[in-house]
């Protein structure tokens, strides 16, 4: 890619520690790329890059099947900073050494200066580091110069600026370490001369370019979900080629309030795309009538968005040769093409979308977010001109509405459900927390309980709070919401919601639980 001198590459040396050195980089303005430790020397070199860092990961460097790398990555002069595990394997592969002291570190600790050099320039004598090791570098390879310690390690940073190699023990990437993003700036700009180039502004530039070089003068076609990905990506796509995009918005009376009217508005009156807004909420309630079982209800859901999707885009002469849309935008993001150290591709947002492709439509794929995290996304979004309210969006299932509704869907199940989800994103919303939490919904299970309001007997549904942090939704962990926040959603739902008379909450994490009910 165009900018390869600029680029960092992160080696991953397992269990996806690297990705969140590659977000540092970028937030310092410089683009990064994970790579697997497997990679040669030679594919490294031709890749150009301006630095390289070895991730952290959680084997012993003594370790049988423990990852190393190829020896030719030294002697090809670019700088490279090791950290944790590949601070330690840099430091043996180079004769340094590394020992199972038996005194590991975990968590916080304190770090002592004994002597300053370019990579620590303005560190105090001691600040606060995050660790994580069991091994030890007891001793700095020739060349380099142990300049920093802990209690429990006695080589804790090594510098050789000579060969502008340099290895840390302690995580810089994580927000626990004082001077770690110092650290990693120092190291990008001072050390690897990484000017900060890759803005929002820069990399709006590179997709239109890339984008316009890719379309051409075809058409073009993008499935809107509603969620942040997909809007981004069609807002890029407008931006490069103008009307020869055309935007999907399947409506599956399954979405949130609102939900449909912001994607019109936004879409068609601010910026003007052309929009074809499908309402198609009675063909999915009819199809999903009498059905309770969770994976059925997905298969459904997903074969029926791709039916409808189909049918649109044949409308618009697709599958035709020489006429209609060639190419399909996709919201792919950078994340979902990493493949991690450990050899499986491990994102759960893959297999769960809904969508998918329309498989003998055969249209080449246009993703121009597979470069982005998501963070970078929403910055891109923002800087666009998307509404904050979508940029920031909490994510949403592609089955809808429909995986938290416990049992049958049915449109008055559906309306109950929205009214509430709407009253919970509200009240969060007004508490200040919606950008904190990972998800925030309410849920409708498949029971109705005794109540009593005014004079009268009620018998209606529970609705469920589920909220829940979480950095990428593999884990996650119930929010522990305001008491007096909970009572405030508590009585709207109940004074507001017709067909609920009862609230509760969901305290479990995940594991043991999913965030989703279903
Ligand atoms: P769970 O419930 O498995 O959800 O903890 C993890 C994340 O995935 C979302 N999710 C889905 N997304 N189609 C999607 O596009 C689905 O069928 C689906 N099921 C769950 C869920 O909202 C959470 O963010």
Known sequence: MSQSSDTVLVVDFGAQYAQLIARRVREAHVFSEIVQSSISAEA??????????????????????APSIDQGIYDLGIPLLGICYGAQLMARDLGGTV?????????RTTIDVQQSARLIEGWPGSSTVWMSHGDSITQAPP???AIASTPEAPVAIYADDEHRRYGVQFHPEVAHTERGQDLLVTFLREIAELPPRWTHTSIIESEVAKIQAQIGTEQVLCALSGG??????????????????????????????????????????????????????????????????????????????????????RDL??????????????????????????????????????????????????????DLFKDEVRA???????????????????????????????RERAEILRNADFVVVDEIRKAGLYRDLWQSF???PAVRTVGVMGDGRTYAYPIVIRAVTSDDAMTADWARLPYDLLETIANRLINEVDGVNRVALDITSKPPGTIEWE
């Open 44 to 65: 490294i070199a031709k890749r150009n890059p301006s630095a390289i860092i070895f991730s952290g990961g959680p084997k012993s460097v003594y370790e049988e099947g």
């Open 99 to 107: 020992e199972a002291t038996g005194r590991g570190e975990y968590g």
């Open 143 to 145: 060349g380099a110069v």
């Open 228 to 313: 942040v990905d997909s809007a981004v990506a069609a807002a890029l796509v407008h931006k490069a080629v103008g009307d020869q995009l055309t935007c999907v918005f399947v409506d599956t009376g399954l979405m949130r309030s609102n939900e449909a009217d912001q994607v019109e508005e936004t879409f068609r009156r601010q910026f003007n795309i052309e929009l074809i807004h499908v309402k198609a909420a009675d063909r999915f309630f009819d199809a999903l009538e009498g059905v309770t079982d969770p994976e059925r209800k997905r298969k459904i859901i997903g074969e029926l968005f791709i039916r409808i999707f189909e049918e649109v885009a």
């Open 317 to 370: 002469g697709a599958g035709t040769k020489g006429s209609g849309p060639r190419f399909l935008v996709q919201g792919t993001l950078y994340p979902d093409v990493i493949e991690s150290g450990s050899g499986h591709a491990a994102n759960i947002k893959s297999h769960h979308n809904v969508g998918g492709l329309p498989e003998d439509l055969d249209f080449e794929l246009c993703e121009p977010l597979r």
């Open 380 to 410: 891109v979004g923002e800087e666009l001109g998307l509404p904050e309210s979508l940029v920031w969006r909490q994510p949403f299932p592609g089955p809808g509405l429909a995986v938290r509704i416990v049992g049958e869907v049915t």
């Open 442 to 444: 309410a849920v409708l």
